[in-house]
């Protein structure tokens, strides 16, 4: 079983920044693809970005455009998300989650945190 954590979501005006963290349990954090979701109201939980175990393979939504980072500190057992140029769409819960393969699909992923809400307003 493998504890996952968010933190680091709250509410900002459109244009703004935020950055989100994660803190997985397991010794063997730097096996895990981790991946970051969001989910909006109403809507389907959608892929954000993903990075692999050694961080050398990062991978962002076409929506991103440049304005989100993802990055990880494997001694820390922490991967963060760090949020830029947050528009209104923006708004959701944000999800950080384990896997195992370098994939964008939600199914690809085992443990999932809670979740932390960002609300950006116009």
């Known amino acids: 079983q493998v504890h996952v954590a968010e933190s680091g979501g709250g509410l900002v005006q459109a244009g703004g920044s935020l950055r989100l963290s994660c803190v997985a349990s397991?010794?063997?954090?730097?096996?895990?693809?981790m991946g970051w979701f969001r989910q909006a109201p109403g809507k389907d939980r959608e892929f954000v970005g993903n990075?692999?175990?050694?961080?050398?393979?990062?991978g962002y939504a076409d929506f991103v455009k440049g304005r989100f980072t993802i990055s990880r500190d494997n001694a820390k057992n922490t991967v963060n998300l760090q949020m830029n140029g947050l528009e209104p769409e923006d708004t959701g819960v944000y999800y950080c989650?384990?896997?195992?393969?370098?994939?964008?699909?939600?199914?690809?992923?085992?443990?999932w945190g809670q979740g932390t809400q960002v609300t950006v307003s116009s």
């Open positions: 989650a384990t896997g195992i393969y370098y994939r964008s699909d939600c199914k690809e992923y085992k443990y």
């Open positions: 397991g010794r063997t954090f730097s096996d895990y693809v």
């Open positions: 990075l692999n175990g050694r961080g050398g393979d990062i």
